[in-house]
């Protein structure tokens, strides 16, 4: 209630505060002055949702633990796997939209990086091998775009916060455009000596990188470090999933990014800040 309200419940229509309870079970309440029937889950993520409030608390605790929902569903006693399944793909769409209507655009220190999500090829089947040699998708590095998820990240040194983006290409035009839309002008931006991030000078950016084909990694403060921790841990944390549909990609990443994010809080507070992103009004646009 503290979540979505605040100290006091208000309409949901009117946003009138003469409120009382219709039904204490159900959390349903009626406003005194439009007289509209409204629950506490109503225009949230959480709308129409068959399990009660307690079972969510223990859901969420759950999911900031970070359990499987396989797990979860063994754990809680649940009769079917669905029932972990789907809160958790709510929770995750919910953290999609969180991610980008609360980042700041402000003036600062960032570093840009691309990665590519997926199995390593020494992994592969034989017979996998040989298809995706046929179809010229056995190359490596940024060539393996055709066969891996490209992601884009960007890390803000101010607070130590990153933003993630699925792209399809590592061109200067994608690059460029989702710098532009999450950091200000005047930012210094620090790269590795990829061509995408020629372009950024013009744009009005601080621009150094560091050389890592030549074996340079820091030079004085600019690096990409920051990044490329988040990179390993989060491939490091995503291997435990064992495989991830394409369709899902984002809502895994941005998982990553919430944790990632949000590691200085103790899990208690990671559970209080998950109710207050679920009792937002949702966004599936």
């Known amino acids: ?3 979505k309200y605040g100290k006091y419940v208000r309409c949901d229509h009117c946003n009138s505060d003469r409120i009382y309870i219709q039904d204490k079970g159900k959390n349903v309440y009626r406003c005194r002055r439009c ?17 009660s409030l307690r079972f969510w608390y223990e859901i969420l605790w759950c999911f900031v633990l970070s359990h499987s929902a396989n797990k979860a569903h063994k754990l809680l006693g649940t009769t079917r796997h669905q029932q972990i399944l789907f809160p958790y793909h709510t929770i995750r769409r919910a953290l999609v939209n969180y991610s980008d209507v609360t980042w700041e ?16 090829w020494e992994n592969l089947r034989k017979r996998a091998k040989a298809l ?10 940024r060539g393996a775009k055709e ?25 200067a035009d994608t690059l460029e455009a989702i710098i532009a839309k999450i ?29 890592h084909g030549k074996g340079e990694y820091v030079s004085g403060k600019v690096h990409v470090n920051g990044m490329e921790g988040f990179w390993g841990l989060s491939k490091t944390n995503m291997n435990t999933y ?10 895994y990443l941005k998982e990553m990014e919430f944790r990632y994010n949000y590691r200085g809080l103790t899990f208690a507070q990671q559970v209080n800040k998950l109710v207050e992103i679920l009792m937002r009004k949702p966004n599936y646009a």
Request: charged fraction near 30%; proline fraction near 1%.
């Open 242 to 251: 064992k495989g991830i549909r394409k369709r899902n990609w984002e809502y």
């Open 132 to 141: 995706l040699c046929e179809q010229s998708q056995n190359k490596r590095g």
């Open 35 to 51: 007289w509209e029937i409204f629950s506490l889950t109503g225009n949230t993520y959480l709308h129409r949702s068959r399990s």
């Open 105 to 120: 655009k402000e003036k600062g220190v960032y570093e840009a990086d691309e990665a590519l999500y997926g199995g390593k």
């Open 147 to 171: 066969r891996k998820q490209p992601v884009f990240g960007i890390y803000k040194r101010n607070g130590g916060k990153v933003y993630l983006r699925l792209i399809d290409d590592f061109e």
């Open 1 to 3: 209630m503290e979540a």
């Open 183 to 211: 950091a200000d002008k005047e930012s210094e931006i620090f790269s590795d000596a990829w061509k995408g991030y020629n372009g950024l000078v013009g744009l009005g950016y601080a621009h150094s990188r560091v050389a």
